[in-house]
């Protein structure tokens, strides 16, 4: 009894300096990669960045075709090349970035939490303390920046709830940063709109959701080219024939049991996916089942034991507190949707293409994860002290 009076008393004394320990402790992570990796980190796709961003800062040449896609991480780089800061200034900036949405992720959390500290604090703390999300930094890769403006658009996104101009204009450049840093970026803003729909679709007055639901009708079409757009350089069909869980690694794949029915040449992006759906349902949904496991598991063939172990024990409890949050009510609905929508989305994004040999595609969206867990963590904790 006296160790417990002991620790709630130390606890007591410390909680008000909790903020400034997280930016301690943000400060010794930080240092801890760059002495890890010895400095900024050339990893696999580094060098077409890197050359883009050259081109960028040296003739203002911008690609066309598939990297046009992640044309804002070159961009961001370029900056630092221009300044003649090179790897350091680029991993420098991502660090200030990084920073900046490490702030959202606690006033954010915050907010939700009607301004209660201990979410706020447990949120920041898992992002800080995450080996899979900070590493990034010191990465010459669109994770860090990806990742940050995840985080940013969920500071931002806890704001509007008061309706301002500026904090409506501060959203809206955040999901636009996030949608141009990779393909995948506009799932935040779909996230955001689906939110938006729900928010329609409950009022007393039915004519905004009429309306709303009329617009999607309207511009289906263009939302249709668009789908293909994205997928046009993706070569789905090949990881589909190949039963591919990770992509090109083929000890963990799903076997043909029969021949595949694959879609007739010149058949669109998206269509062609429709049309394998339709013609191989089984095959496809044992695919997408063994992409939802490798996804979400943190199971992956390259990491170590202790990696794996250390994941299980803290994710797969965060997933089922994250689901718990998702139904309170005490939480802001419209958030509530915003970040369930940005963790299915991109975990139907996976399932319909391929998975990493890493977690740089379940990497952007622990941030959502934490923060939903960390304040059900909070709503039970002071459910047990009231007891």
Do not use: C
Not at 5 to 20: K, N, T, V, Y
Not at 69 to 74: D, E, F, H
Not at 133 to 143: D, G, P, S, W
Not at 170 to 186: I, K, S
């Amino acid at each position: 009894m006296r160790v417990v009076l002991f620790f709630r008393s130390l606890g007591r004394r410390l909680w008000p300096q909790h903020r400034a320990g997280l930016v301690g402790l943000w400060v010794l992570v930080q240092l801890w990669y760059l002495w890890q990796f010895r400095g900024p980190h050339f990893a696999n796709d580094s060098a077409r960045y890197l050359e883009y961003a050259a081109n960028i800062a040296e003739r203002s040449y911008f690609e066309p075709g598939h990297n046009l896609r992640y044309v804002l991480y070159p961009l961001f780089q370029s900056l630092w090349l221009r300044l003649g800061l090179g790897w350091w200034g680029i991993v420098a900036g991502q660090m200030a970035v990084s920073a900046l949405a490490t702030r959202a992720i606690y006033r954010g959390t915050r907010r939700l939490a009607l301004g209660h500290r201990a979410a706020a604090a447990g949120a920041t703390l898992l992002f800080i303390a995450w080996p899979d999300i900070q590493r990034f930094n010191v990465f010459l890769l669109t994770e860090s920046l990806f990742i940050s403006l995840v985080a940013l658009s969920f500071g931002a996104f806890t704001r509007v709830r008061h309706g301002r101009r500026q904090d409506w204009a501060l959203l809206l450049l955040a999901l636009l940063l996030t949608a141009l840093v990779r393909p995948n970026g506009f799932l935040v803003g779909l996230a955001a709109g689906l939110a938006g729909l729900d928010v329609l679709r409950r009022r007393r007055d039915p004519r905004p959701w009429r309306a709303a639901l009329l617009l999607l009708v309207l511009l289906s079409p263009a939302l249709w080219q668009a789908l293909n757009h994205q997928l046009a350089t993706y070569y789905l069909m090949d990881t589909y024939e190949r039963g591919e869980l990770i992509f090109r690694y083929q000890l963990w794949a799903v076997h043909q049991t029969e021949p595949l029915h694959m879609p007739p040449p010149g058949t669109g992006p998206a269509a062609r996916v429709l049309y394998f759906a339709f013609h191989n349902p089984i095959y496809l949904g044992r695919l997408m089942l063994g992409k939802l496991f490798v996804f979400l598991s943190y199971l992956k063939p390259h990491y170590s034991l202790a990696h794996r172990v250390v994941g299980v024990a803290v994710l797969w409890p965060a997933y089922w507190l994250a689901a718990r949050a998702t139904g309170r009510p005490a939480i802001w609905r419209p958030a509530r949707v915003f970040l369930a929508a940005i963790v299915l989305l991109q975990t139907a994004i996976i399932m319909l293409t391929v998975d990493d040999w890493d977690v740089r595609f379940l990497a952007p969206v622990l941030p959502v994860i934490f923060v939903l867990a960390s304040l059900e963590v909070a709503r039970l904790a002071k459910k047990l002290v009231k007891q």
